[in-house]
């Protein structure tokens, strides 16, 4: 669809400094034999809206046979959102998954009380060189909906909202913006997008969310005539109408963001949870091991190894 003509850029006059709450340079992680850069949790804020983690992956390139291998693990207390520019996964899990995301495309699973799952390079891909690029990030639930049933969803690009003119194409991903929302089902109000910036192209930022951020990808913004480049996250002040100018490069970025939730979150590997209660509930459970009664399964086309809890 044609770019909203109703939403104009606004062009701030207070200074960068002004506008943004916080300014994250993420950090390397290990993960599965891949680094990825780390954006959320930091420790100068741990969420943006819902937003609890975020990763950027890659970009990467892999030999004939390579690939990544992230074996069956547990989540609870949140969502989980892959997204691509380049290459693949295929996800699999204990509901009974097997499905392929490709650049686009939006894999969104709830965990709510419990789910494992696994994300792997597929074998016609590891059949010859590929690469991989692309954001995974968490969104955790409200504590009415912490212990819900657990849930996946796959949306394909030609269902996503997509926004298109003046320099700037936006891909809606979760929630609403612009005008816009995404078909994917989501417990508080948010926004998660994919924005493409022509060189000099102006992006307003949605003004109807309590907390608003911004990933550069790729390229580089000017915010208020401050400079910001690829591997930064700026999180902006609630309720200042702004918007942002890419470089002479152009930019990529995913924004995010949404209302905050009633309190902070416990997070400890792979589980989210208002108590920390649940953290230790959820750890007992993967520790027993009991997939066949017990509170997490494996996923039945990939139940023969899985990640173990950290020591």
Not at 123 to 134: D, K, M, V
Not at 181 to 194: L, S
Not at 210 to 222: A, F, K, L, M, P
Request: hydrophobic share 40%.
């Amino acid at each position: 669809m044609s770019w909203n003509p109703t939403i104009e850029p606004h062009c701030p006059d207070a200074s960068s400094m002004d506008l943004i709450e916080t300014l994250i340079v993420p950090r390397a992680r290990d993960v599965a034999g891949f680094e990825v850069r780390r954006a959320l949790p930091s420790p100068k804020r741990q969420m943006v809206g819902p937003f609890i983690f975020f990763d950027q992956m890659g970009p990467a390139e892999f030999l004939t046979d390579q690939g990544i291998d992230v074996r069956p693990h547990p989540h609870i207390g949140l969502a989980t959102v892959t997204y691509l520019y380049k290459g693949e996964f295929q996800h699999r899990d204990s509901l009974g998954t097997n499905q392929m995301i490709y650049p686009g495309e939006v894999n969104w699973m709830i965990a709510g009380n419990g789910v494992t799952h696994s994300e792997r390079t597929s074998a016609n891909t590891r059949q010859g060189p590929s690469s991989l690029f692309g954001i995974q990030t968490w969104v955790a639930l409200p504590e009415e909906a912490e212990d819900t049933g657990a849930a996946f969803e796959h949306h394909g690009a030609d269902a996503l909202p997509f926004l298109e003119g003046e320099g700037k194409q936006v891909r809606l991903i979760i929630g609403d913006a612009y005008g816009q929302k995404a078909p994917t089902k989501t417990f508080t109000e948010m926004f998660y997008a994919d924005a493409i910036l022509e060189a000099g192209a102006a992006l307003p930022l949605p003004d109807n969310h309590e907390d608003r951020g911004i990933y550069v990808t790729q390229g580089s913004i000017d915010v208020a005539g401050d400079n910001f480049t690829q591997g930064q996250m700026m999180v902006f002040r609630p309720g200042d109408k702004l918007s942002v100018t890419a470089g002479p490069a152009g930019a990529r970025l995913i924004l995010l963001g949404g209302a905050t939730l009633g309190g902070p979150r416990h997070i400890w590997w792979n589980f989210v949870a208002s108590s920390k209660e649940k953290i230790d509930d959820a750890k007992a459970s993967w520790a027993k091991g009991d997939w066949q009664h017990g509170r997490f399964q494996l996923p039945p086309d990939d139940n023969e190894e899985f990640i173990p809890l950290p020591v």
